[in-house]
Protein backbone atom coordinates (compact mmCIF):
# COMPACT_ATOMS: atom_id res chain seq x y z
CA UNK A 1 0.00 0.00 0.00
CA UNK A 2 2.60 2.52 0.64
CA UNK A 3 4.10 1.70 -2.13
CA UNK A 4 1.43 2.65 -4.33
CA UNK A 5 1.03 5.31 -2.33
CA UNK A 6 5.45 6.32 -2.82
CA UNK A 7 4.87 5.94 -6.56
CA UNK A 8 2.09 7.98 -7.03
CA UNK A 9 3.78 10.68 -5.45
CA UNK A 10 7.03 10.11 -6.94
CA UNK A 11 5.45 10.51 -10.69
CA UNK A 12 3.54 13.87 -9.69
CA UNK A 13 7.02 15.06 -7.85
CA UNK A 14 8.49 13.77 -11.44
CA UNK A 15 5.94 15.72 -13.55
CA UNK A 16 6.76 18.77 -12.00
CA UNK A 17 10.15 18.62 -11.37
CA UNK A 18 10.39 18.60 -15.68
CA UNK A 19 7.32 21.21 -15.73
CA UNK A 20 10.02 23.15 -14.12
CA UNK A 21 12.61 22.50 -15.79
CA UNK A 22 11.29 23.14 -19.34
CA UNK A 23 9.64 26.41 -17.94
CA UNK A 24 13.11 27.43 -17.43
CA UNK A 25 14.78 26.39 -20.36
CA UNK A 26 11.80 28.43 -22.10
CA UNK A 27 12.60 31.06 -20.01
CA UNK A 28 16.19 30.75 -21.25
CA UNK A 29 14.81 31.01 -24.62
CA UNK A 30 12.84 34.17 -24.16
CA UNK A 31 15.92 35.70 -22.26
CA UNK A 32 18.35 35.47 -25.42
CA UNK A 33 15.82 35.94 -28.01
CA UNK A 34 17.93 39.26 -29.19
CA UNK A 35 21.23 37.36 -27.94
CA UNK A 36 23.61 36.79 -32.35
CA UNK A 37 24.02 33.28 -32.66
CA UNK A 38 22.01 31.68 -29.44
CA UNK A 39 20.67 28.61 -29.89
CA UNK A 40 16.73 28.23 -29.22
CA UNK A 41 16.72 24.92 -26.57
CA UNK A 42 14.31 22.24 -25.91
CA UNK A 43 13.32 18.44 -24.98
CA UNK A 44 10.99 16.12 -25.24
CA UNK A 45 8.74 16.16 -22.24
CA UNK A 46 7.56 12.45 -22.62
CA UNK A 47 10.29 11.16 -23.35
CA UNK A 48 12.18 12.40 -20.10
CA UNK A 49 9.24 11.69 -18.20
CA UNK A 50 9.43 8.06 -19.49
CA UNK A 51 12.98 8.27 -18.61
CA UNK A 52 12.61 9.01 -14.81
CA UNK A 53 10.12 6.86 -14.01
CA UNK A 54 11.79 3.94 -15.87
CA UNK A 55 15.20 3.00 -15.06
CA UNK A 56 15.72 6.81 -14.12
CA UNK A 57 15.44 9.02 -10.62
CA UNK A 58 12.57 7.62 -9.29
CA UNK A 59 13.81 3.92 -9.11
CA UNK A 60 16.92 5.47 -7.49
CA UNK A 61 15.37 7.29 -4.35
CA UNK A 62 17.40 10.40 -4.75
CA UNK A 63 20.70 10.98 -3.75
CA UNK A 64 22.97 8.77 -2.10
CA UNK A 65 25.81 10.53 0.57
CA UNK A 66 28.82 8.65 1.16
CA UNK A 67 30.51 9.29 4.41
CA UNK A 68 34.23 9.67 4.82
CA UNK A 69 34.10 8.93 8.77
CA UNK A 70 32.81 6.33 11.34
CA UNK A 71 31.28 9.34 12.93
CA UNK A 72 29.01 10.51 9.53
CA UNK A 73 25.40 9.50 9.29
CA UNK A 74 24.12 7.94 6.57
CA UNK A 75 22.03 10.69 4.41
CA UNK A 76 19.68 10.90 1.25
CA UNK A 77 18.91 13.89 -0.39
CA UNK A 78 16.38 15.12 -2.73
CA UNK A 79 16.18 13.65 -6.33
CA UNK A 80 18.97 15.57 -8.76
CA UNK A 81 16.79 15.91 -11.80
CA UNK A 82 18.41 16.92 -15.02
CA UNK A 83 17.14 16.48 -18.21
CA UNK A 84 19.13 14.14 -20.64
CA UNK A 85 18.82 15.35 -23.82
CA UNK A 86 18.47 19.11 -24.42
CA UNK A 87 17.82 19.61 -27.85
CA UNK A 88 18.37 22.12 -30.31
CA UNK A 89 15.66 23.52 -32.28
CA UNK A 90 15.19 23.91 -35.82
CA UNK A 91 14.00 27.41 -36.82
CA UNK A 92 11.01 28.21 -39.05
CA UNK A 93 13.03 31.09 -40.78
CA UNK A 94 16.53 32.17 -39.93
CA UNK A 95 17.63 35.14 -39.10
CA UNK A 96 20.74 36.96 -40.74
CA UNK A 97 22.65 36.93 -36.56
CA UNK A 98 22.17 33.47 -36.45
CA UNK A 99 19.41 33.09 -33.64
CA UNK A 100 17.20 30.35 -33.49
CA UNK A 101 14.37 31.58 -31.03
CA UNK A 102 11.06 32.18 -32.65
CA UNK A 103 9.23 34.83 -29.89
CA UNK A 104 6.05 33.41 -30.95
CA UNK A 105 6.43 29.72 -30.59
CA UNK A 106 8.60 30.38 -27.60
CA UNK A 107 5.69 32.50 -26.00
CA UNK A 108 2.89 29.75 -26.76
CA UNK A 109 5.15 26.80 -25.35
CA UNK A 110 5.52 28.82 -22.30
CA UNK A 111 2.14 29.11 -22.18
CA UNK A 112 1.15 25.85 -22.71
CA UNK A 113 3.86 24.56 -20.08
CA UNK A 114 2.77 26.66 -17.41
CA UNK A 115 -1.05 26.26 -17.76
CA UNK A 116 0.32 22.21 -17.77
CA UNK A 117 2.28 23.05 -14.25
CA UNK A 118 -0.61 24.34 -12.68
CA UNK A 119 -2.85 21.66 -13.82
CA UNK A 120 -0.32 18.59 -12.64
CA UNK A 121 0.11 20.88 -9.18
CA UNK A 122 -4.22 20.58 -8.73
CA UNK A 123 -4.03 16.79 -9.75
CA UNK A 124 -1.54 16.42 -6.65
CA UNK A 125 -3.72 18.65 -4.61
CA UNK A 126 -6.42 17.03 -5.22
CA UNK A 127 -4.48 13.50 -4.57
CA UNK A 128 -3.18 14.75 -1.24
CA UNK A 129 -6.77 15.96 -0.26
CA UNK A 130 -8.03 12.78 -1.44
CA UNK A 131 -5.77 10.83 1.08
CA UNK A 132 -6.10 13.16 3.73
CA UNK A 133 -9.43 12.70 3.69
CA UNK A 134 -9.43 8.53 3.72
CA UNK A 135 -7.11 8.03 6.40
CA UNK A 136 -9.06 10.69 8.94
CA UNK A 137 -11.64 8.96 11.22
CA UNK A 138 -15.59 10.26 11.12
Do not use: C, W
Not at 16 to 22: A, D, H, P, T, V
Not at 28 to 54: C, G, V
Amino acid sequence: MIDKLGSALNFQQEVLSLRQQRHEVLTSNIANADTPNYKARDFDFSQELSRAMEGGRAAQGGLSLSTTSAGHIEGHGASSSKVHDLMYRVPAQPSLDGNTVDMDRERAEFADNAVRYQASLSMLNSSIRGLKSSMQSE
